[in-house]
Antibody
Framework: EVQLVESGGGLVQPGGSLRLSCAAS????????MSWVRQARGKGLEWVAN????????YYVDSVKGRFTISRDNAKNSLYLQMNSLRAEDTAVYYC?????????????????WGQGTLVTVSS | EIVMTQSPATLSVSPGERVTLSCRAS??????LAWYQQKPGQAPRLLIY???TRATGIPARFSGSGSGTEFTLTISSLQSEDFAVYYC??????????FGQGTKLEIK
């Protein structure tokens, strides 16, 4: 059974940092693109970042470029999101998501498995 | 960036009815379109990928169609457990991967 379990969320002041982790199990972690998707309370879904199997490619939504860093440790079946210079608008539930290739190119991915999410609150 | 627009924002329907949700892309995304269902307090669940292929374990009452810029999700006979928010997502032109704003199905 595929499982994705996020941790590391919490309350942080504006300008602060937080590191999210995602523990994956039930599949060959090193074979999949992985992503973070967030959702502000009462709002829709927003893709944040993703990372290729071997970390050779990483992509970010414009609003987090230069502040967030996605990484992974295939030996530990883990995905991470380092969030720096946090803003109030980063407040959301952050989901760890597995990417499944569905198109012509390797990064043409849809999201087939989701964790339960971890809440990040940026407030003074 | 490709903008995904879903309509309507909210749909009030009765159990047993047939319902069609729409998703429009600001430019062609070919068949690279997925649909998700989200219930309150839960993570989204994949329903459809490739515009029309049901994900594992998804009931046959859910069907997807379309290509290019116009897509639909149809639920043939609404069950009580289908009342939720539905999102479409394109994965043809990225980054970013973009979602529609969602359609909420509520009980009439």
């Amino acid at each position: 059974e595929v499982q994705l379990v996020e941790s590391g969320g919490g309350l942080v002041q504006p300008g602060g940092s937080l590191r999210l982790s995602c523990a994956a199990s039930g599949f060959t972690f090193s074979s999949y693109w992985m992503s973070w998707v967030r959702q502000a309370r009462g709002k829709g879904l927003e893709w944040v970042a993703n990372i290729k199997q071997d970390e050779s490619e990483k992509y970010y939504v414009d609003s987090v470029k230069g502040r967030f860093t996605i990484s992974r440790d295939n030996a530990k079946n883990s995905l991470y999101l380092q969030m720096n210079s946090l803003r109030a608008e980063d407040t959301a539930v952050y989901y760890c998501v597995r990417g499944q290739n569905g198109g012509r190119y390797p990064g043409d991915i849809y999201f087939d498995y989701w964790g339960q999410g971890t809440l990040v609150t940026v407030s003074s | 960036e490709i903008v995904m627009t879903q309509s309507p924002a909210t749909l009030s329907v009765s159990p047993g009815e047939r319902v069609t949700l729409s998703c429009r892309a600001s430019q062609s995304v070919s068949f690279n379109l997925a649909w998700y269902q989200q219930k309150p307090g839960q993570a989204p669940r994949l329903l459809i990928y490739g515009a029309s292929t049901r994900a594992t374990g998804i009931p046959a009452r859910f069907s997807g169609s379309g290509s290019g810029t116009e897509f639909t999700l149809t639920i043939s006979s609404l069950q009580s457990e289908d009342f939720a928010v539905y999102y479409c997502q394109q994965y043809n032109n990225w980054p970013p991967y973009t979602f529609g704003q969602g359609t909420k199905l509520e009980i009439k």
